[in-house]
Each structure stands twice: as structure tokens, then as C-alpha cells.
């Protein structure tokens, strides 16, 4: 399977630690997104690279979440400080910039448990 | 501000029904509404989208329903199916700036046999 790869799918840690997760998206696509999810939402967009440039922040990233995409590859998110408001799940997405369809292919996620 | 709302939050059906979701946006600038389907433990899939410039898409049993001047459009699932129960989200982006889904709430469907 050639899917959008979340690592890890559940991290549980105490409140004030630090978190990272891995995103490995489809190889060919060159856009990749973050979004969080809290029980009962819709997704909700956190930021979006093409490439390796970031090119947009929801005003929801707060400055305790920072992301990577070194290589125009994978991607990191990382969480410092852990608050109990941060649990959640983080869903990456990729997608190919100029295909006909737009659809964005979602990863199964990794959740995060702040205690 | 929330761009893309719907309705409504929960949906039972005996199976054979057909549910209807119902989505409105506010950005004009939109131009893709998506259709997403999540299963529990899943990430959202893509079940069927629609452009502006048309005012009904079908594919299978899924249908959506388009109308722009009133900044609305709807899924209708026809034939329902046990399977079919899943959490649906409706999602609005501009594809010519980075095609950023914004999502609704969603829907939580239920068929029932």
C-alpha cells in the first residue's frame, strides 16, 4: 500500500512534554497538509507545504507547534510544552498541485492523549 | 468563523432509504466541494466532488446536488446500506490557492437493516 503514513497513530504524554509526529505521503505528491480533528469536529486545517516551503498557517497553530518538511518528502509536527487542550487527532494529507481532481488522500491519523 | 456548515449532525435510516446531507458555504471564492466518508479509527476518503459549473454529479449510489446562487449543495446516498454508516463531512477549498479543504461539522449516519 502506497498510502499517507502517520507515525506514531497514538501517543500518549503528560501535560508540558513534547510530541512529534511523522507524516510520509504519497511519493509523487508535492503538496502536503496538517489538519486536527477533535471527537465530533470536522478536520480543521493547520498548515500546508509545497514542496518544502510552508506556505500557509491557520492562526490555529499557536506558537508551541512547529512543522517540517526538510526534503519536499515527509514531514514533521511537532507539539512542545503539551497542553490537555492539544489531544486530538492529526491527520496529514497529500495531494498532487494541477490534478484534475484536487482530492486530498488522508493518512489514518495519529492521536494524541495529553494526561 | 465557520465557512462551511451542515446539517444535520446525526442521520438514521432503515436501509433501503435515502439520506440527505445538506451543506452552505459562505466564500464565493470556492470552487471544489468534496464529499469526505470516515470510518471510526480512519482518516477521511474521498467519495465524490462536484465543481461550480455543474448542478449535479452523480456517481453510484451518491449524488450531490449543486446550487449556486443559494451557496448550498447536498448528498443524497440512494439504496442505503448497514455499510454505509459513517461519519460524512462536506469540505469547500480554492484550488487555485493551495486547495486548503475547509470542512463542515459533519454528519454521523446510521442505516439501520
Known amino acids: 500500500d502506497t498510502g499517507v503514513s502517520q507515525n506514531p497513530r497514538h501517543k500518549i504524554t503528560k501535560r508540558g512534554q513534547n510530541v512529534t509526529f511523522r507524516c510520509d505521503p504519497i511519493?509523487?505528491?508535492?503538496?502536503l497538509y496538517w489538519y486536527r480533528q477533535t471527537l465530533g469536529q470536522g478536520p480543521e486545517f493547520l498548515t500546508y507545504?509545497?514542496?518544502?516551503?510552508?506556505?500557509?498557517k491557520s492562526r490555529l497553530l499557536s506558537d508551541r507547534f512547529s512543522a517540517e518538511r526538510p526534503k519536499g518528502s515527509f514531514s514533521t509536527l511537532e507539539i512542545q510544552r503539551t497542553e490537555q487542550g492539544d489531544s486530538a487527532m492529526y491527520l496529514c494529507?497529500?495531494?498532487?498541485?494541477?490534478?484534475?481532481?484536487?482530492?486530498?488522500?488522508f493518512g489514518e491519523g495519529s492521536r494524541l492523549t495529553v494526561l | 468563523q465557520q465557512q462551511v456548515k451542515q446539517s444535520p449532525q446525526s442521520l438514521i435510516v432503515q436501509k433501503g432509504g435515502i439520506p440527505i446531507i445538506n451543506c452552505a458555504y459562505e466564500?464565493?471564492?470556492?470552487?471544489?466541494f468534496p464529499w469526505y466518508q470516515q470510518f471510526p479509527g480512519k482518516g477521511p476518503a474521498l467519495l465524490i466532488a462536484i465543481r461550480p459549473d455543474v448542478s449535479e454529479k452523480k456517481e453510484g449510489r451518491f449524488t450531490i446536488s449543486f446550487n449556486k446562487s443559494a451557496k448550498q449543495f447536498s448528498l443524497h446516498i440512494m439504496d442505503s446500506q448497514p455499510g454505509d454508516s459513517a461519519t460524512y463531512f462536506c469540505?469547500?477549498?480554492?484550488?487555485?490557492?493551495?486547495?486548503?479543504?475547509?470542512f463542515g461539522g459533519g454528519t454521523r449516519l446510521m442505516v439501520k437493516p
Open positions: 511519493s509523487e505528491h508535492n503538496r
Open positions: 494529507a497529500s495531494s498532487l498541485e494541477g490534478a484534475d481532481t484536487g482530492e486530498l488522500f
Open positions: 466564500n464565493t471564492a470556492f470552487d471544489y
Open positions: 469540505a469547500a477549498s480554492k484550488t487555485h490557492a493551495g486547495n486548503m479543504l475547509t
Open positions: 507545504f509545497q514542496n518544502e516551503a510552508q506556505l500557509e
